[in-house]
């Protein structure tokens, strides 16, 4: 978490059409941030009714808040707080191979270093499940 520049999630947010990459790895934080955030609106099965990226511009209008709730992430896992489909969703982005780390960080620091947590976060989940 330490990698994000809050201030180019102010600059990615004033994008109209980010590269797909980038909407993707949102994408997974929504789902993940799912019941635990909200500003995410969810059905009545607790699945975002918005994956994408107007949703993610809504999560970065406050890069700090976002921030926060991504560091507190850990914290529901281990209360087992954090319902499974929030992590189900995302795997058929995650076993895409061009979703790496590598590959986001030519097209954004601060996603490349989302794209972290959202791989490492999901082992973790996957360790404690």
């Known amino acids: 978490m330490n990698g994000l520049d809050l201030n180019e999630f102010r600059t990615l947010k ?16 929504i789902n993940i941030l799912a019941t635990f955030d909200d500003s995410i609106e969810v059905d009545k099965n607790g699945k975002p009714k918005d994956v994408g990226w107007k949703q993610a511009k ?9 921030l926060e709730k991504l560091n507190n992430v850990k914290g529901y896992i281990d209360e087992i707080k954090v319902p499974l489909r929030n992590f189900r969703s995302n795997e058929p982005i995650l076993s895409n ?4 780390v590598a ?15 959202v791989i490492n976060i999901t082992k973790y989940f996957e360790v404690v499940l």
């Open 14 to 29: 004033a994008l109209a059409s980010p590269p797909g990459m980038i909407v993707q790895v949102f994408t997974c934080v």
């Open 97 to 100: 191979p061009e979703f790496t």
């Open 103 to 117: 590959n986001i960080l030519t097209k954004s620091k601060s996603v490349g270093g989302l794209c972290d947590w």
């Open 58 to 66: 809504i999560l970065m209008g406050n890069p700090q808040h976002l």
